[in-house]
């Protein structure tokens, strides 16, 4: 006589475990690195856009605002609502679409034989994963947003 057993079996159980575990070791460090290249983009986006706004404003008043840095709060994870009351950020005209988690500002150059005209540097702070190492990235009037790391411009 033979016995029907329905289900699995211990080690059916265990094997089917092991295999989850592996596909999710694999699966969560490489959603955790793509959630930072997202967070990272808007740094990147911003920047791009703080620095259009600056040669916008160059064409039409001859010279580069200088803005301090905006949210003053520390860069981090959590979203920051953009609503500067400083009134180079309102005559600059640049407004993100919703809240930022990066802090963000301009240092400018007066025209010199060097750089006609003056230059700025545009500057984003941005703490993606809450470990106080903020990621920077810079463009000026002659170079797009690149990021700065302590392994070089990336």
Same mark, same amino acid.
């Given at each position: 006589?033979?016995?029907?057993?329905?289900?699995?079996?211990?080690?059916?159980?265990?094997?089917?475990?092991?295999?989850?575990?592996?596909?999710?070791?694999?699966? &969560?460090?490489?959603? !955790?690195?793509?959630?930072?290249? /997202?967070?990272?983009?808007?740094?990147?986006?911003?920047? @791009? %856009?703080?620095?259009?706004?600056?040669m916008a404003y160059e064409a039409t008043f *001859?010279?580069?605002?200088?803005?301090? !840095?905006?949210?003053?709060?520390?860069?981090? &994870?959590?979203? @920051? &609502?953009?609503?500067?009351?400083?009134?180079?950020?309102? /005559?600059?005209?640049?407004?993100?679409?919703?809240?930022?988690?990066?802090?963000?500002?301009?240092?400018?150059?007066?025209?010199?034989?060097?750089?006609? %005209? %003056?230059?700025? !540097?545009?500057?984003? !702070?941005?703490?993606?994963?809450?470990?106080?190492? *903020?990621?920077?990235?810079?463009?000026?009037?002659?170079? *797009?947003? @690149?990021?700065?790391?302590? @392994?070089?411009?990336?």
């Amino acid at each position: 006589m033979s016995v029907r057993r329905d289900g699995f079996t211990l080690v059916e159980l265990m094997i089917a475990l092991a295999c989850i575990g592996i596909l999710a070791a694999i699966a &969560v460090p490489t959603w !955790l690195e793509w959630r930072s290249d /997202a967070r990272l983009g808007e740094a990147n986006v911003c920047v @791009r %856009g703080i620095k259009g706004h600056q040669m916008a404003y160059e064409a039409t008043f *001859n010279e580069f605002l200088p803005l301090p !840095l905006y949210p003053t709060s520390d860069p981090g &994870v959590v979203l @920051r &609502v953009w609503n500067p009351s400083d009134p180079d950020w309102q /005559a600059l005209g640049f407004f993100p679409e919703g809240a930022v988690r990066g802090a963000y500002g301009v240092t400018t150059t007066p025209p010199s034989t060097s750089t006609p %005209g %003056g230059d700025f !540097l545009v500057t984003g !702070l941005m703490d993606v994963d809450g470990d106080d190492n *903020n990621a920077i990235f810079t463009a000026t009037k002659s170079i *797009n947003p @690149r990021r700065i790391t302590s @392994r070089g411009v990336r």
